[in-house]
């Protein structure tokens, strides 16, 4: 038997490297001023996905909910070896928190339909917050499996996966379709591979090919469209129209939690003392803590 995946994969900013002013009054992230790259987790669950595919045949889709500069990350899907990738993008989608982001994400996947997994990441490294992958699947009523190591069998339509749990793991077994997070160490992303860089380098979403446009009278975006999509180089884009969502669980407005300061905390070292390792440097430490008030 084959499978059909769809992995959910975000480009995220680059935290290592983040400096200046980076939120904006309303405490969204401005993305426009930092580094992007494929956050760290997806990458891993795209590269099980991929091996999934290698072991029992199927398809590999790619969906993200970003703007047009995710366009990015969905040719490198593309270039490591995803079958087709999706760009779910609206103005209307800005500003979500997790409950309209799995929202759009679950409504995007139940448009796609024909799949047996969804992988997602464990967690994004802007938000950190792990729910997506969760809420989504309680929104499709799937069952879903977090933390996954490795998936060990495949069998009609159960999967035994093993989950990393504190000092240990456990496999369990679940049924198809559902959804899988993955950790950082399941896996290690395959490189791009030339050949597919070559032919997937010009793979562009309706919005570039409209930016390829501008200016240019001689060049008509429906030819372009029909172009690309011959090519099998068109990356289609979803938006709020196609997806028939309820406009007030989107984007920030759909959006209950609100960001309001964001803070980079360096922990600076104080005053200190070193205590020697000894009976009588152990009894002058519990007197200072009690002293102190800290014992006693
Ligand atoms: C500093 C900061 C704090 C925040 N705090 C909160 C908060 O407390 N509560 C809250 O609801 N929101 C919060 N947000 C907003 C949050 O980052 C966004 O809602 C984001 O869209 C999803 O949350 P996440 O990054 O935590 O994703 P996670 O839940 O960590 O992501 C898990 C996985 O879901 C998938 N996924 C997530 N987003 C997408 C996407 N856009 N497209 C495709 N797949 C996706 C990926 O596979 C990812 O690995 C915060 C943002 C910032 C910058």
């Known amino acids: 038997m084959s499978y059909h995946s769809i992995v959910m994969v975000k ?8 400096s200046g002013q980076v939120m904006k009054p309303d405490g969204t992230v401005n993305r426009s001023k930092l580094p992007t790259i494929f956050n760290p987790e997806d990458k891993v669950a795209l590269e099980l996905a991929l091996q999934f595919r290698d072991r029992f045949g199927g398809t590999v889709r790619v969906m993200t909910m970003g703007p047009l500069k995710a366009s990015d990350l969905l040719r490198e899907c593309l270039y490591m070896g995803a079958d087709e990738a999706f760009l779910i ?29 969804i992988f997602a990441g464990r967690q994004a490294i802007d938000g950190d917050t792990a729910q997506v992958g969760p809420q989504t699947a309680e929104k499709l009523g799937l069952p879903q499996i977090t933390y996954a190591e490795a998936i060990l069998k495949a069998e009609g339509s159960t999967i035994t996966v093993k989950r990393k749990v504190d000092n240990g793991f456990e496999v369990l077994e679940g049924t198809l379709p559902l959804l899988i997070t993955v950790v950082k160490d399941a896996a290690t992303p395959r490189p791009f591979r030339a050949k597919r860089v070559m032919a997937y380098k010009n793979a562009h979403t309706l919005l570039e090919l409209e930016k390829m446009t501008e200016g240019n009278s001689l ?19 979803l938006t709020a129209d196609d997806l028939d969502v309820d406009l007030n669980r989107c984007g920030l407005g759909g959006s209950p939690t609100k960001v309001h300061k964001i803070e980079s905390v360096v922990l600076g070292g104080s005053a200190h003392e070193t205590i020697p390792a000894t009976k009588d440097g152990m009894y002058a430490l519990i007197d200072k803590l009690m002293e102190d008030h800290i014992f006693g």
């Not at 480009?11 to 983040?18: E, G, S, Y």
Request: aromatic share 10%; glycine share 6%; net charge negative.
């Open 11 to 18: 480009q995220v900013p680059d935290t290592a490297n983040i």
């Open 89 to 117: 993008s609206d103005r209307k989608f800005a500003g979500a928190d997790t409950l309209a982001t799995s929202y759009v994400l679950a409504e995007a996947l139940r448009k796609l339909g024909n799949y047996d997994i």
């Open 219 to 237: 060049l008509y975006v429906d030819q372009l469209k029909e172009e690309y999509v011959s090519k099998g180089l068109f990356i289609p884009t």
